[in-house]
């Protein structure tokens, strides 16, 4: 199973880019098509209009993409990213300028 720090944000119930969102690490399958984040099994879904990924169980929709370093994750939601505290240390190097663990070759 891969590992990656990653962006997560909630759009189910939130309108525009609302949700809540957090950075934290994400275990993904083998073939990248199902996410494990805070005890969800989140599966890749085509054909949303503002999600790439949907809960298993709940169906709420979820965007997942790697962090960026200018910190503008989300385009029109809470300022306020919260950093899992598991994932606080990498992604303060990330920021820094350091590459994101199983990235750093690109």
Do not use: C
Not at 36 to 49: E, V
Not at 71 to 89: F, I, K, L, S
């Amino acid at each position: 199973m891969a590992r990656r720090l990653m962006f997560v944000q909630l759009k189910t119930g939130h309108g525009t880019d609302r949700g809540p969102s957090w950075i934290g690490w994400v275990d993904f399958s083998k073939t990248w098509s199902t996410a494990y984040f805070r005890g969800r099994t989140l599966r890749r879904a085509k054909g949303l209009s503002a999600a790439n990924f949907q809960d298993a169980e709940s169906g709420e929709e979820f965007w997942l993409s790697a962090p960026k370093r200018d910190r503008t994750d989300t385009r029109y939601g809470p300022a306020g990213t919260e950093v899992e505290p598991e994932a606080a240390e990498v992604y303060r190097a990330f920021l820094a300028g350091a590459a994101l663990p199983g990235r750093e070759n690109g």
